[in-house]
């Protein structure tokens, strides 16, 4: 027969893996939690020892505080940063060179005491401006005296750094002043010398009536240009319409506004050319219309009409002389115009230069005399910063921190106690926990589902759950309250009635484990009340010759069994005992056998099983462990499949594969591994977590044997197979 072909299951999520091993680590911490308890008292011990091994010391407490503030009306006080001010004031009470100065103190004032090392400590006290000070120290009255040497240089020291500032900032500031007055004096005299020099008050007020005279001369310039420009763009008539417009236009007496530009073009009067112009114009008009007139009623030949053009025709003649006139007069009137622009142009830069030499020698004189302003308000500036440092010597008002409370008298203690219990307590923990992972590393058992398939290829048909009850577990009732005990009884029953095989399906089984005291008893008992349950006529051998343990189990009171059987003395009919279970039926041990396995081995065994084939559907013998004896591998090869259990957390992965090689190398066929003892907290047993499904079971019918009915069918598997037992008769 061979085994079945079947796929290995897919590898737990990284999560699964994890919490499974935590669970691991779990477990060994409940089985070895003496290991670290142990190495932590060890750690315990050694440091409280190692404590009362240092000689003892004495510890002396101080206060200083910050005093308050003088506020003065100056600006020249000494001051520190603020933001960091309590942390610097730590760091220089606790600096080198204030110890320094401190040891040198004690040895000053104290030669008679022994040099020893301080330890100083300095906190400040939260939300006060407090400082506590702590020195530890092997003598008392050497750590005192140095407490207070501590407190006295610090301040010995601030005060030398306001000192020292102070005579800094006041010698900087008299090598500026005297730069500065010097500076002042030079200012001055050059000043001076520019005064001989130059009027000042004359150079302001010829400065100012060249400016109010170059303005008047570019606004002369400015009309006299647009007059100039309107001369040249405009023809005669336009320029004797402006003129003769500004002459008719009432006048004030007034001159023009600033900027206005006048609308002559050249002088008018009635006389001269541009009148007489003008005239003529007018008299050709009016000859023209009077001759208008007398052409609605005259001919054009009438002696009227010829008179009046011929006096129109002498007209015009005298209008382009008096024209010819008139422009010569306004050409020469546009080229005087030109020679006054010339010589108002040699006035503007004649007055412009002057104006400029004047505002320049003014320009020196402002800057000279700004120069000398600037000096004297820096000279009093300079001035009043020196007093106010030296007001602020004499004062000091700047952040002042005092003594609160003298070096208290050394009482003896025990620095660091508590951290080297710590440390004890820290370095015995991990000790412990790193043998429980040495152990960890070393033990080679498996805990769970993941870890199993971790190690083998098997194909795992079915998981016991761990019963949480003291003493032995008790056999499975038709209505058992243990509801998810019983059904991973019954997935056991179905993984064996539809495994896939190549060939008949299993009537025989046999139960075994690598070593003692992994439940195979317990399963093969419980395996065979839930094949009986189904229907099948089931019976159960107790093949451990050597300590079965079935007769107890079922309360069986004969003696005689399966060892008397295989030795010739009785029939097996005759010592097969029924059972409180419907078609559950046991072979007892009988009397335990020296040696087993030459029994096994004859060809009484084989007939035996052949005989038994024709009257029971399932028989299942329960064995010996692989490694306590060679009965099993003795009688494997003989049955159609062999169950092999293993208990978590209690088989060894080494002794699990040692027995299942022993079997493979007899050629017997292991379909799979029922894992005992499996802890159903772990997410990869999902399948058991729903305990509740089977609180409340439905109401079921009953047979005729009192045997609760399977849901679809007799043998209560629900996929339309059909065990091979319901299809053979069944023998009596």
């Known amino acids: 027969m061979q085994s079945p072909a079947l796929d290995r299951p897919t590898a737990a999520s990284w999560t699964t893996s994890f919490i499974t091993r935590i669970h691991r680590y779990k477990a060994l911490m409940l089985r070895r939690w003496w290991i670290p308890l142990l190495t932590i008292c060890l750690g315990l011990f050694v440091q409280a020892w190692l404590i009362y091994q240092t000689p003892p010391q004495f510890l002396s407490t101080s206060k200083m505080m910050l005093a308050g503030k003088l506020n003065i009306a100056q600006s020249a006080v000494y001051s520190e940063d603020s933001l960091n001010f309590y942390g610097t004031q730590i760091q220089l009470m606790q600096s080198a060179e204030v110890r320094r100065s401190a040891e040198a103190l004690v040895r000053a004032q104290h030669p008679e005491l022994q040099p020893v090392k301080i330890d100083i400590t300095v906190n400040q006290k939260p939300r006060t401006s407090i400082f506590d000070l702590q020195a530890i120290g092997s003598t008392p009255d050497y750590t005192q005296?140095?407490?207070?040497?501590?407190?006295?240089?610090?301040?010995?020291f601030k005060k030398g750094m306001r000192e020292d500032q102070g005579h800094n900032v006041t010698t900087a500031i008299t090598e500026q002043l005297i730069q500065v007055e010097k500076d002042l004096r030079n200012a001055e005299d050059e000043m001076l010398d520019f005064q001989k020099q130059n009027n000042i008050g004359f150079i302001q007020e010829e400065g100012n009536s060249a400016a109010a005279y170059l303005v008047r001369l570019n606004q002369q310039y400015a009309m006299l240009k647009t007059e100039y420009d309107l001369l040249e763009k405009l023809d005669l008539d336009q320029n004797l319409d402006r003129s003769q417009a500004a002459s008719t236009s009432p006048q004030t007496g007034a001159s023009p506004a600033a900027g206005e530009v006048p609308l002559q073009g050249m002088p008018f009067s009635d006389v001269g050319p541009e009148g007489e112009y003008l005239k003529a114009k007018q008299n050709v008009q009016l000859l023209k219309a009077d001759r208008d007139t007398l052409a609605r009623d005259l001919r054009p030949r009438h002696p009227k009409i010829i008179r009046l053009n011929d006096e129109i025709a002498k007209q015009e003649s005298l209008i382009?002389?008096?024209?010819?006139?008139?422009?010569?007069?306004?050409?020469?009137?546009?080229?005087?115009?030109?020679?006054q622009m010339e010589n108002l142009q040699e006035n503007v830069k004649e007055w412009e230069t002057k104006a400029l030499d004047l505002s320049q020698r003014l320009a020196v004189f402002n800057r000279l005399k700004g120069k000398v302003d600037r000096l004297k308000i820096l000279y009093e500036r300079l001035t009043t910063n020196l007093k106010e440092v030296g007001v602020s010597q004499v004062v000091d008002g700047g952040d002042q921190v005092s003594i609160m409370e003298q070096a208290t008298m050394p009482i003896s203690v025990r620095p660091g106690l508590l951290k080297s219990?710590?440390?004890g307590l820290g370095i015995g923990a991990f000790a412990g926990i790193g043998i429980l992972l040495l152990l960890d590393r070393i033990d080679d058992r498996m805990a769970s589902l993941s870890e199993f398939q971790n190690h083998f290829s098997e194909n795992v048909i079915g998981q016991i759950p761990r019963e949480k009850t003291k003493g032995r577990v008790t056999l499975l009732q038709p209505d058992d309250a243990r509801h998810i005990f019983a059904e991973s009884y019954r997935n056991i029953r179905s993984s064996i009635f539809f495994m896939p095989y190549e060939g008949p399906r299993p009537k025989t089984l046999l139960v075994t484990s690598a070593v003692p005291n992994e439940g195979k008893s317990t399963i093969s008992a419980n395996l065979a009340i839930t094949f009986a349950l189904s229907g099948a006529k089931t019976l159960l051998i107790d093949g451990d010759l050597r300590r079965g343990a079935q007769r107890e189990a079922f309360d069986i009171s004969s003696k005689i069994g399966f060892a008397e059987v295989l030795k010739g003395e009785v029939n097996w009919q005759e010592v097969v005992v029924p059972t409180a279970y419907p078609s559950l039926f046991v072979l007892p041990r009988g009397q335990a056998l020296s040696q087993p396995s030459e029994h096994l081995l004859r060809d009484t065994t084989d007939r035996l099983i052949q005989d038994l084939y024709l009257h029971y559907d399932y028989i299942i013998i329960d064995s010996s462990p692989v490694l306590a004896a060679d009965d099993t591998t003795s009688l494997a090869?003989?049955?159609d499949a062999t169950l092999f259990v293993v208990r978590l957390s209690y088989t060894s992965a080494r002794l699990t594969k040692k027995s299942l090689d022993l079997l493979y190398n007899r050629q017997v066929n292991v379909p799979g591994v029922i894992l005992n003892y499996v802890d159903t907290s772990l997410p990869e047993y999902y399948y058991y977590q729903y305990s509740e499904y089977y609180n409340t079971p439905p109401p079921a019918q009953e047979d005729r044997h009192g045997?609760?009915?399977?849901?679809?069918?007799?043998?209560?598997?629900?996929?339309?197979?059909t065990p091979?037992?319901?299809n053979r008769p069944q023998s009596s």
Do not use: C, W
Request: glycine content about 8%; cysteine-free; proline content about 5%.
């Open 320 to 339: 382009q002389l008096f024209r010819a006139d008139a422009v010569e007069k306004l050409a020469t009137r546009r080229t005087s115009i030109g020679k």
């Open 145 to 156: 005296a140095y407490l207070n040497a501590v407190m006295q240089k610090y301040l010995d």
């Open 724 to 726: 091979a037992h319901i």
């Open 421 to 423: 219990l710590l440390i």
């Open 637 to 639: 090869p003989k049955i």
């Open 707 to 721: 045997v609760p009915a399977p849901a679809l069918h007799a043998n209560g598997h629900g996929n339309g197979q």
